[in-house]
């Protein structure tokens, strides 16, 4: 018996019309593409022509070809081409970011400031080898403080967290489990910081009863009394970093009452005292530099002054006065690596101190070799301004002036709080205008160039995180909402809505968000 063949198939109607033809492929015209390091701007490789329709992700193979390092390990980039001024519109992005391909993005973009003709500069940014996930969800809701939760800080490992709050107390959570671990009794009034020491010893806190108090974080247990000088509230605490001093690092507190003391840890007795500022000072940083790489010590005051001293001795080295109001925040772009000191992403603990302390010199060297130390200082007077005020002694000249590099405008309101991209290449400013504000500080031509602002909060924002690989921005806000910020296309990547009152603080390790305010819960934001 013969084989059947089946009957042929009806064709398939499209609401009674037939299946249309397949839409001829458009050919993709080829870019002539010079790409050029974001940091200084010099040539990666010669031109090349390209098809402009090359995928992001082949650009950044080729780029790898390209580069003529001995290393051969495979280096993520990030690409922009810049918008030529007079295609940019006030308050929009100044770059395209290339997150598809040259086509989509550059060639069609709304501004068509570009055309298949010119020769695009194609600015490549190295980027972490390590990804962080975006928080999605809140994995944990802890509850235990009575009052509005005013400060959190996670461990340099990312295994605890403190924080503080106005019912006097400061609270110890593990991570690994999401419950209390401690609860540290013993300041009379709000806590109002809490700071690890960044080998993860010692936890520091200060209150509004002016005490600083130190803790044994494994036990929960203070270690020794209170250290009494402050007459006013203490508003911020840091550390002496790693590098400098592994084995007993030095803490200093700043107050109210207009000094800093830079306490011994070991003796909890006072090294000595800064006097010079007229008012309250607001905030501190230990930075690593200074001169002859001792450290140094920035504060940032009401008397609309930032003062930079000495570390060893408590010498007023510079008096920056270009503020015309109060000076509230500061920010380093060293502070991600001296905040976690020998602690990297591949989670190795060191050994000993000695270790410890080559670990993090290693990681802060590598950091200001390409930029040397530079601080933002924030202001009630809406601006901030960029200081380079110690030039390394391998970066590139320019660092080392007592003048700004320049000041940075465009927030309507209050600057509430300034914080550097762990990688040091972007700062972020959030203000009491609702926005934040990204500003590029990777040395490429202009430092301190205006990026793009980020708007989706409807009250004003409070702080600020960065995610470790620098590709991720979360703030906090008076609107009761946290927001994480995609850095590609400048829009909200996820929004933590949960908090039922304002959200005072934020902080943002491995892939874990933590926020806390005045609703008195702690929550933890996971993938």
């Known amino acids: 018996m013969a084989t059947l063949l089946p009957p042929p198939k009806r064709p398939k109607l499209y609401h009674g019309v037939t299946k249309p033809e397949p839409e001829p492929l458009k050919a993709s015209p ?79 973009h709304a501004s068509y400031a570009f055309s298949e003709e010119d020769v695009l500069v194609v600015r490549c940014a190295p ?12 994995s944990a809701t802890l509850s235990g403080h009575s009052s509005p939760i005013l400060c959190a800080s996670f461990s340099p490992t990312g295994n605890l967290l403190a924080t503080g709050s106005g019912d006097t107390h400061v609270r110890l959570w593990d991570l690994y489990t999401e419950t209390p671990s401690h609860t540290l009794t013993g300041h009379t009034g709000w806590v109002l910081c809490v700071e690890w020491d960044p080998l993860e010893r010692k936890l520091a806190s200060g209150g509004h009863d002016g005490l600083v108090r130190l803790w044994d974080p494994k036990t929960g247990k203070p270690l020794g009394d209170a250290m009494k000088g402050h007459s006013k509230w203490v508003t911020s605490l840091a550390w002496e970093p790693v590098h400098l001093n592994p084995s007993t690092p030095r ?14 840890t070991a003796t909890r007795k006072l090294e000595y005292a800064l006097g010079g500022h007229t008012a309250s000072v607001n905030v501190v940083k230990w930075g690593g530099g200074g001169l002859d790489g001792h450290g140094v010590l920035y504060t940032a005051s009401s008397d609309r002054t930032v003062r930079v001293w000495d570390a060893r001795g408590g010498k007023q080295l510079h008096i920056l006065k270009d503020h015309a109001h109060w000076v509230t925040t500061l920010a380093l772009n060293t502070d991600f690596v001296l905040r976690t000191g020998p602690f990297d992403h591949t989670g190795k603990r060191p050994s000993s101190d000695e270790e410890a302390q080559a670990l993090a010199l290693k990681r802060y060297t590598a950091l200001v070799s390409r930029t040397p130390e530079l601080l933002i200082s924030g202001s009630d007077d809406h601006t901030l301004f960029l200081w380079s005020l110690f030039a390394s002694s391998n970066a590139e000249p320019g660092g080392g002036k007592t003048k700004p590099l320049t000041r940075l405008t465009g927030h309507q309101r209050q600057v509430s709080h300034v914080a550097f991209s762990p990688d040091g290449r972007w700062a972020a400013s959030a203000g009491w205008d609702s926005a934040v504000r990204l500003w590029d500080c990777s040395g490429a031509g202009q430092l301190g160039k205006f990026v793009a602002t980020l708007r989706g909060h409807v009250g004003p924002v409070y ?65």
């Open 30 to 108: 080829n870019v002539v593409v010079q790409f050029v390091n974001e940091h200084d701007g010099t040539p990666i490789a010669p031109a090349v022509n390209l098809p402009a329709n090359i995928a992001r992700e082949g650009l950044e193979v080729l780029v790898n070809q390209l580069r003529t390092k001995d290393d051969d390990e495979h280096v993520p980039f990030a690409f922009h081409v810049a918008l030529p001024e007079e295609a940019t519109k006030p308050n929009a992005p100044t770059r395209i970011v290339i997150s598809k391909s040259i086509e989509v993005d550059v060639l069609a």
């Open 127 to 138: 980027q972490s080898v390590f990804k962080v996930r975006p928080a999605t969800r809140c």
């Open 251 to 264: 803490l200093a507190s700043s107050s109210k009452d207009g000094t800093v003391r830079v306490w011994s």
């Open 463 to 527: 702080r600020l995180a960065w995610s470790a690989d620098s590709r991720m921005l979360v703030s906090a806000s008076k609107d009761a909402t946290v927001k994480i910020w995609d850095l590609k296309t400048y829009k909200i990547k996820s929004d933590l809505p949960g908090h039922t009152d304002e959200v005072y603080c934020v902080d943002f390790v491995a892939d874990k968000v933590v926020s806390g305010g005045r609703d008195r819960t702690v929550k933890i934001w996971k993938n």
